[in-house]
């Protein structure tokens, strides 16, 4: 045991999840102008900290200096307030503003209500919202549906149980998940704290709904208790939306294309792991997505400052019918891609939801050099006197160069690489 963290210091105790909740929710009104990336404005912020009463702190001061709040995103309880009522279905996102969703108004009016809609979308919401990673990642962060999976068991123990035995059993079972070889004792021991207070978090946001109680130093599964968070969800596979993507690699001939459905709410990262697939990629190398200024992700804090990691953007909040969004994987060879969302449309149940349905050509080898690079292979493979014809065909592994088809593309390989990769980001 590392020590038991504590969720008050990053979640304010008062008011309540619920009447916070419905203020934020009724103080959108006809609605509030969003940012670019999708976020509350930091004035609409600096309204909100003090009237709903989130504990947050705006532009702190630390000594003799003042440190300006970039952006609402790091205000903590605010944000989980504004993407927990996405989730709910309490507010929604249209053409860059807040609106409220007029069918669930009433949920508000109602606390038992509006408290089971809460408890049963609360695994849609982005895990960064519910536990904030800080400086440094939990396993909770990375791992969210399976953590709620863990403590669902234990709390189900006659009895209760104890915050200990909780963050010991996440731990036990999220330690499986992942490969920590190259972890030192140090990192061991700080990811470790990290997780026990996302666990602490997580059972504090359950005990504010309602959903345990405490009862003489035990935590208890409250008998009265609405849906559980589900333990089942993966916002890949079921959406409100389906998103068809006409996916290119620019300046490649031919031309190499894909076109996908994928459901509106997966992640970013997902998004890329998808895209690696069905292109042919090996995910070998960093990548960026860009959409105008805005560039998200890998986490990695030396990544390169104002990227905004991926894990925490959903594809249906940046994106709608007609956006266009850049991908470019391989900085060194510099391979762009341009990913347009060519229409929306519900979700067809008798078929897979996140598929690759039609595409073209040849992924172009890693490490080949880029479009150009792509451009004198082909000829150098095509050419038997050329000087590196030999040197190609020899780092391709393939004996003449008839054996390599630029136009070749299966489908079906394709979408076996899909359920893979998603199959393995799933559980990693």
């Not at 006659?158 to 731990?171: F, K």
């Not at 935590?219 to 890949?236: E, G, R, V, Y």
């Not at 391989?330 to 349905?357: K, N, Q, Y």
């Amino acid at each position: 045991m590392t020590g038991q963290a504590s969720a008050s210091s990053v979640y304010g105790s008062s008011p309540s999840l619920l009447e916070q909740v419905q203020g934020f929710a009724q103080w959108i009104a006809a609605g509030r102008k969003l940012t670019q990336t999708r976020r509350l404005t930091m004035t609409d912020a600096r309204v909100l900290v003090p009237l709903l009463g989130t504990g947050d702190r705006v532009d702190p001061v630390i000594g003799d200096r003042r440190f300006r709040t970039p952006s609402s995103r790091e205000l903590v309880r605010l944000n989980l307030l504004f993407e927990w009522s996405k989730a709910a279905g309490l507010t929604r996102v249209v053409s860059g503003r807040l609106v409220p969703v007029k069918k669930n108004a009433k949920l508000l009016a109602d606390p038992d209500a509006l408290r089971t809609v809460l408890s049963e979308s609360f695994a849609k919401v982005p895990a960064d919202a519910v536990v904030p990673s800080q400086w440094i990642t939990s396993l909770v962060l990375e791992a969210l549906p399976e953590a709620c999976a863990v403590l669902r068991s234990v709390l189900g123990f006659a009895g209760g149980t104890d915050l200990e035995m909780l963050q010991n059993a996440v731990w036990a079972d999220l330690t499986g998940r992942f490969v920590l070889d190259n972890l030192d004792p140090g990192q061991m021991t700080r990811l470790h704290e990290a997780t026990d207070r996302d666990v602490a978090i997580l059972v504090a946001l359950w005990a504010e709904l309602g959903m345990v109680r405490h009862d003489k130093g035990r935590i208890h599964l409250d008998k009265n208790t609405p849906a559980m968070p589900s333990t089942t969800h993966d916002s890949d596979t079921s959406a409100d939306q389906l998103f068809q993507l006409r996916v290119v690699l620019q300046d490649t001939e031919p031309e190499v294309w894909r076109r996908l459905l994928v459901p509106s709410s997966i992640r970013l990262d997902r998004l890329h792991g998808v895209l690696q697939a069905a292109l042919g990629w090996t995910d070998s190398h960093l990548h960026l997505f860009t959409l105008g200024d805005t560039r998200y992700g890998w986490r990695d804090p030396d990544f390169g400052e104002g990227v905004i990691p991926e894990h925490t953007v959903r594809l249906a909040d940046i994106a709608t019918e007609g956006t266009v969004i850049g991908y470019e994987y391989d900085f060194g060879d510099g391979w762009e891609h341009t990913v347009l969302i060519e229409a929306v449309s519900s979700p067809d149940s008798a078929m897979p939801h996140l598929r690759c349905i039609e595409g073209s050509n040849a992924c172009p080898p890693e490490d080949c050099g880029g479009p150009w690079g792509y451009h004198d292979l082909r000829e150098t493979l095509a050419n038997p006197a050329a000087e590196e014809h030999r040197e190609m065909l020899d780092w391709l592994g393939i004996d003449n160069g008839s054996q390599f088809d630029a136009t070749a593309f299966d489908l079906n390989a394709a979408n076996r690489r899909i359920t893979a990769d998603q199959r393995r980001r799933s559980t990693h």
